[in-house]
């Protein structure tokens, strides 16, 4: 099993920053990839961005440029630096993991962009 936490969502004007976090914990070896994904109220879950061990990333067309996904050196914790933001940033934020074609999901964290 993998435990997924996020944290550091929040209420931000337009324009404003804000990182995500996500502490993995429990059967973390080869865990691959990890990424963030989103839902908006109304709106199906989407993926934003993710990254495989190898480094290589992946992300949506609405946020490249804007938002960089990235992992610690022991491959447990992610990341999600969000600059630039929009009010159709807001979202729940999830957390994503996959091992051994197994999908574990944190349990999200709340991001507000005031206009």
């Known amino acids: 099993q993998v435990q997924l936490v996020e944290s550091g969502g929040g209420l931000v004007q337009a324009g404003g920053s804000l990182r995500l976090s996500c502490a993995a914990t429990?059967?973390?070896?080869?865990?691959?990839?990890m990424g963030w994904y989103r839902q908006a109220p109304g709106k199906q879950r989407e993926l934003v961005a993710s990254i495989n061990t190898d480094s290589s990333t992946n992300y949506a067309d609405s946020v490249k440029g804007r938002f960089t996904i990235s992992r610690d050196n022991d491959k447990t914790t992610l990341y999600l630096q969000m600059n630039s933001l929009k009010s159709e940033d807001t979202a729940v934020y999830y957390c994503?993991?996959?091992?051994?074609?197994?999908?574990?999901w944190g349990q999200g964290t709340q991001v507000t962009v005031s206009s």
């Open positions: 429990g059967s973390t070896f080869m865990i691959n990839p």
């Open positions: 994503n993991a996959q091992r051994y074609g197994r999908i574990f």
